[in-house]
């Protein structure tokens, strides 16, 4: 693929074909010719849409590409956890290898973006951290990854955590994850201290995995709401998960859904269908982002997930009971701008002069493209075709 | 194909590779020779299941094969049955072209027996009935259909309908259909008198939409038992839906999941993840045969639906959020034989002597199977192909 690219006979977000040119990698034009010598490439009516947005996965622990891992783990969350520390001796699930499975296959999928929450803990140490970002910079032209620093044992509650947390930053993770200040580590201001002082130190965006349902989780909420407004750090924290703004009482929630306007906090959900899940519309409403991740993609804690943004989408659409067109490109937008002003990603988007990251869909409507989730037919990445028809154009590990 | 088959290399619910053979539409042995003449086919290591089983749809109203309907329908329930029924006439939907259509699709998919609603109501009399029961004999060879005669619009409330209910069971439908004996019909039981009457004069079997939640629907539920029972319909009475028993109140849950396993009655569930729904593994642990359904698939109401019975127990395995395999089996359950206890096929199964309706998976292990949903490698419906690798032996209207 040269430098410069033309893509004739495409509809933005389903609207009318056009062609779109590239230069640099970046969008120079719609509706123009290319420049001389610009490589052409008939779009074939398909749908052009921004690069889909995987804002929060696991790259480390999948087990694509390894034998069945036979499940028959406990119900609690520290039988999760405890089981995947254990299995990541057993299995040998090496985290380089398994982030570039993983990284491929949503690539090949449509995104452009990742961030993922990589393990930090005093068995594994930083193997993760030091996995991930091989595979960020082997596969920097095919697909964008962020890495968060992510103590998925607990912090507080296993000393030394801290520290691997700090080398974490020094080796270049790009944010400062934390989890469940109560639940998990017992200490909540404790754990919001630490993890916002490195965020401060560093200069990097926080990410907070917040299971705690209802009240509590609300306490965690408002803690997070007041460190971010002290340190200045609107629009620079987000929490994923957020069970508790699915908790029943709706005037709690409205005045949380309120303060994280205010904040300018982001919210990340993968929609769960078991759980109470934070209303997508509501929050989109009162202008808070909404991100959108598959979470695991088959690993130790569940089978499900397959890394394609697009069912994610579909699942953000059920969970929410979308069923309007509006309400589908609703759904779509966590998985697509959403995750890009989570990340921060300024040159997103399908304007001219943005990074030329794009997906060209198979459909008659964009909702129709987004509920029927064929095979992409083309996804780029800065100005270059990364993959098509569904295949990547690098093979995996 | 001809009247006998041998089918090599497979490995009935993932177990050990083995043959099995077909004679007369039905499972002849495993592990045997072919009689001569038969034709063999190498299932190529192949995983087999019996027949999907698609217990809950609605085959007269699917837009599948139409332009994409812009949905910008209201929020209420009302809303979207007004609508549906102006949109019949607005947009042409021939009840006996969608029904084929929506039929071979869950054919491809595995699908060897469907149960579907077809509405009966005053503005299209019993057009349904008849586009679908067409369909029925049509498709006799490829897909097992049962017509639920279903008073979408409401019965009592519209004068005329119960005597078109009763013209259904008439002209051939298989079993007496309601809808939300008091949020819909408001007068409970009334309209329970006359579906149960029309299913003890005409010897057929009841499923009831039961929308209703919590309370309210738990008093449906009470009725019904006191009807089945009263009636000795013991095993021939489904509730479909029944978001009541996803209530808070689990004591009275309990209740109800003990009256209804003694009365012998079914659950259906489509496992929505924006409403409470029933709870899949209590209820199979209390002895309730669970089917599952995709309920729409791309009509008025919404998108989404798309007939995969594999995709289903995903969803219904998402929704309980199932993660171990056995879990993840008890999901398929739902989709297999399950729907196929509440249609009361006797000759289900994978045993010698049972029809030969069966689905080739390609998959690693049952679970991986399920979770991946690749194309069908084989679909046989009384013991002849009538699907490969995800295509039907049938072109669709």
């Given at each position: 693929m040269g430098e410069n690219l033309v893509l004739t006979n495409v509809r933005p977000m389903g609207g009318d074909p056009t062609s779109v040119t590239f230069a640099n990698g970046r969008?120079?034009?719609?509706?123009q010719a290319g420049s001389d010598g610009a490589e052409t490439l008939d779009g074939g009516g398909g749908i052009l849409i921004p690069g889909l947005v995987e804002a929060h996965t696991h790259l480390d622990k999948t087990l694509l590409g390894m034998p069945w891992y036979h499940n028959d783990v406990g119900p609690r969350l520290m039988d999760k956890i405890e089981n995947e520390r254990a299995q990541k001796r057993l299995l040998g699930i090496d985290p380089a290898r398994q982030s570039e499975r993983q990284a491929l296959l949503s690539s090949s999928l449509g995104s452009t973006h990742i961030r993922s929450h990589v393990d930090v803990d005093t068995d594994l140490g930083l193997a993760g951290i030091e996995g991930v970002l091989a595979t960020r910079e082997k596969l920097r032209d095919v697909v964008d990854i962020e890495v968060v620093a992510f103590p998925q044992s607990g912090m507080l509650i296993r000393p030394g955590t801290v520290a691997l947390m700090e080398e974490a930053m020094k080796l270049g993770a790009q944010v400062v994850g934390g989890l469940d200040p109560s639940a998990i580590d017992r200490d909540p201001k404790g754990h919001l201290d630490v993890i916002f002082d490195l965020a401060e130190r560093y200069g990097r965006p926080v990410d907070i995995h917040l299971h705690e349902t209802a009240e509590l989780g609300a306490f965690s909420v408002e803690l997070i709401v007041e460190r971010t407004k002290a340190l200045g750090m609107q629009g620079h924290v987000t929490i994923s998960h957020a069970f508790c703004l699915g908790m029943p009482d709706q005037d709690y929630v409205a005045a949380l859904i309120e303060a994280l306007a205010e904040a300018r906090i982001h919210i990340l959900t993968t929609a769960p269908a078991f759980k109470a899940v934070p209303p997508v519309k509501r929050l989109m409403e009162a202008g808070v982002v909404v991100g959108a991740g598959s979470d695991g993609v088959r690993d130790t804690w569940g089978p499900y997930g397959n890394a394609d943004m697009l069912e994610r989408a579909v699942l953000v659409g059920l969970r929410n009971n979308f069923r309007r067109d509006d309400e589908v490109a609703m759904a779509l937008e966590t998985c697509t701008s959403g995750g890009a002003r989570m990340m921060e990603r300024?040159?997103?988007?399908?304007?001219?002069?943005?990074?030329?990251?794009l997906v060209l869909l198979d459909g008659e409507t964009l909702a129709e493209a987004v509920v029927s989730r064929r095979p992409r037919k083309l996804v780029i990445k800065s100005g270059k075709v990364v993959a098509r028809d569904g295949r990547s154009i690098m093979a995996a590990p």
């Open positions: 969008i120079a034009g719609f509706g300024e040159s997103y988007g399908l304007e001219v002069g943005c990074n030329a990251d």
